[in-house]
């Protein structure tokens, strides 16, 4: 099956696009609805060849502030969950992650996604992210991405984070061509959506280390740590302070499962 709506892309073609370019569980949740395919009339007019996301809203840069309450609880709960969870690659391996589309890119960080997880009935819940952020230089998990979706379904509105000076609601969705194809592949294989969508499920971004912008920012900060490199928690022959985290790097088990994964239509 190929995209209904964009003409078949190569693999190559999808990676440099992406190379350019989500006791909390209950926090502002409210009513939502259920979408399966990201697809209605104001989504579909938003939509590009090139990565391109929206934001829910304009909350995350006039609202959010990373010295509300709500965020620092989440900030500390990621940071415990990162610590305690999965402080390392191998962990997230042994837990059930598997590397995102954009791990194959030229990037310095990627996704890692939890089909289980974006499977379940949680959001917002630091012990159980739908994404874990990793950086490659030092082989390190620096951040969650949550997903607004209950039993792989996204949901609409995604959960408010709080309410006290306005709403602070820092969700954004992927629009771009090589984030809805990313999707759509990982709903061919994990979902029961084989419709291209318009638009991804809204995602959050939660980053352990201190960002310029904010804790909910989009691009991963510029610090991230520094040396020396995580213990991979898996075995191989890379010495991290030596190498970044590649795909040739992972266990042979895990490889051949992405690869069949990511493989574009031919």
Known sequence: MTPSNDRPVSRRRLLSALGATAGFATVGVGEVRATRSGRDAESCTETTVGPSMVHYNDSIHEVCSDDAPETVAIREAVKTSLADEYPTVGALIDAGYIPYFDFFADGSWSHWINPEFIGDDSMVDPSRPESVLVD????????????????????????????????????????????????????????????????????????????????????????????????????????????????????????????????SPR
């Open 136 to 263: 490659h230089t030092w082989w390190r998990p620096i951040g969650v991405m949550f997903m607004a979706t209950v039993e792989g379904e996204r949901r609409d509105p995604p959960p408010t984070v709080y309410e006290d000076d306005g709403a602070c609601v820092p969700w954004h969705a992927h629009v771009g061509l090589p984030g809805r194809y990313a999707w759509w592949k990982y709903q061919t294989v994990y979902g029961d959506v084989s419709e291209f969508p318009c638009r991804t499920p809204w995602m959050m971004h939660v980053w352990n280390y201190p960002h310029s912008e904010s804790t909910y920012a989009h691009a991963a900060p510029e610090y991230r740590g520094g040396p020396p490199a995580e213990d991979p928690g898996f075995e191989t022959d890379a010495d991290p302070n030596e190498e970044e985290l590649a795909p040739k790097h992972l266990p042979a088990a895990l490889s051949a499962k992405v690869e069949d994964l990511w493989q």
